[in-house]
């Protein structure tokens, strides 16, 4: 679709927005949000015309793109059907999103909790393990996301838990693996491997064995950097949990789906955990979906218990229409294939070539269609290109580095001092291209910056 300049409409987009939309994570009055006219592949426009390649992908959702016109058609469908329908019966588009979700998820996670996102499955995934395990603590990286609600939040490891943080919720957190910024002075990998987790384990002792419910970590660190594990952690995590009686827990809700070039990022490593949380890309968030894979044994502890817990709309029939058609979609086009593919031999050569040119890229990391660019404002001693969780002035140079992408035709993501680079795992080899070549330009913003 060729966009249309319409700017009347747009201004009254906006002045409703304006007027009545709370926005999340934000100072109201000082956001300015684009008023959006439409979206199509890996791309939406604005009403006054300009175009945006999305390297964004929603918030790392949109794994197929916007619009997809099986899914789309598929919503269509189960509307004119069964709009929606409670979840205490069984319906075919709710089995069957759960079928083919139960036939990708590793090992025996055959059982599928549908919830309405990320946020409560990680909720579910918590009480699960707390109710298994008869135990009151749930350990968690920093540098991790989980989500907003109240347990969620105070899970996640960054600074969006600072102001909700209770001290109540029953969770420690620890430092995970991270070579670049190594809180165990180590050299290598192995090393990181190694000593990483031997602090976890002395977490563990220290907190008491007995008391540890559930270990919670994303597959693949999403929003704080997409820090690839090092080889052996997440093996060395499983054989921990194994240990200490204790519940994995993998939080694949970003990573999830294709974005790593395999359905799970799970599947890099071939570790197996106890719950598995899901959602974004299961259908692209065409309608909010999300859920718990359980393994057999924790769907165990609930066969003649009852579980305590559920939504209204858990395995709503409209999502699980769209994540059916999704599914189906991502395997008969391949885009699970072509995001490694292309994560292999393009994004990732590419993005190194412009680490080489930039001096404020201090790493590049990731896989398939999930990278990050560490900015450094000095490569040597690898100083951020602005502080931790920078606001305001401190921030200037993220804000014009970002500004510079968006003023050639790229919408970035940016957090703290990383720019990630997340397209649609079905993104073309020419739309790479011209987004890298924005990115190269903006780079050289951020560069003007570094000492």
């Known amino acids: 679709m060729t966009p249309q300049p319409h700017p009347e409409a747009g201004a009254a ?22 008023a959006v006219a439409g979206a199509e ?42 709009t929606t329908f409670a979840p205490a019966f069984a319906v075919e588009a709710r089995s069957e999103a759960a079928r083919l979700i139960a036939e990708r998820t590793p090992g ?21 393990a707390r109710l298994h395990t008869g135990r009151p603590k749930v350990l ?27 001290a109540t919720a029953g969770v420690v957190h620890f430092w995970a693996p991270f070579l670049y910024r190594s809180r165990f002075y180590a050299e290598t990998e192995e090393q990181e491997t190694a000593r990483a987790l031997e602090h976890l384990e002395t977490t563990i002792a220290f907190e008491g064995p007995g008391t540890v419910a559930a270990i919670i970590l994303e597959t693949i660190p999403g929003t704080a950097g997409i820090m690839v594990p090092p080889p052996g952690y997440l093996a060395g995590v499983r054989e921990l949990c194994d240990k200490y009686g204790i519940v994995f827990v993998l939080d694949e809700v970003m990573a999830g789906f294709g974005r790593t070039g395999e359905w799970f990022a799970a599947d890099l490593s071939g570790v197996v955990p106890d719950l598995m949380t899901f959602a974004k890309g299961v259908n692209s968030g065409y309608v909010p979906l999300g859920g718990v894979a359980i393994s057999a044994e924790i769907a165990e ?12 709309y858990s395995g709503h029939p409209l999502a699980c229409a769209a994540a059916v058609a999704t599914i189906n979609a991502m395997a008969e086009e391949g885009v699970v294939e072509n995001a490694k593919r292309l994560g292999e031999t393009v994004l990732g050569p590419a993005l190194a070539e412009l680490a080489e040119r930039h001096p404020s890229v201090g790493e590049v990391r990731g896989v398939g269609m999930f990278w990050a660019l560490e900015l450094v404002r000095n490569r040597e001693t690898r100083e951020p290109l602005v502080p931790y969780n920078a606001a305001g002035e401190a921030n200037a140079p993220m804000t014009a580095f970002a500004a510079a992408a968006k003023q050639h035709g790229v919408w970035p993501f940016v957090n703290m001092n990383r720019t990630h680079v997340v397209p649609p795992c079905n993104v073309t080899e020419a739309e790479l291209k011209e987004g890298l070549a924005a990115l190269d330009t903006a780079l050289g913003v951020a560069d003007t910056y570094t000492v």
Not at 51 to 70: A, C, E, M, W
Not at 111 to 125: M, P, Q, R, S, W
Not at 301 to 312: A, E, I
């Open 13 to 34: 987009v906006k002045a409703a927005d304006r007027a009545h939309v709370f926005h999340s994570w934000s100072a109201q009055d000082l956001i300015d949000p684009l």
């Open 41 to 82: 592949g890996s791309y939406f426009w604005d009403y006054d015309g300009k175009r945006y390649l999305d390297f964004t992908s929603g918030l790392v959702y949109t794994n197929i793109g916007y619009q997809h016109p099986k899914v789309v058609a598929a919503i269509q469908e189960q509307a004119a059907r069964m």
């Open 108 to 128: 025996d996670l055959d059982k599928i909790f549908f919830t309405n996102g990320g946020a409560d499955a990680v909720e579910h995934a918590v009480r699960m």
């Open 140 to 166: 968690s990286a920093y540098r991790s996301y989980h989500g907003g609600t109240q347990q969620a939040v105070n899970i996640t490891g960054d600074p969006r838990r600072w102001a909700s943080d209770s």
């Open 301 to 312: 502890t609930f066969g003649k218990r009852p579980y305590p817990g559920g939504l209204t």
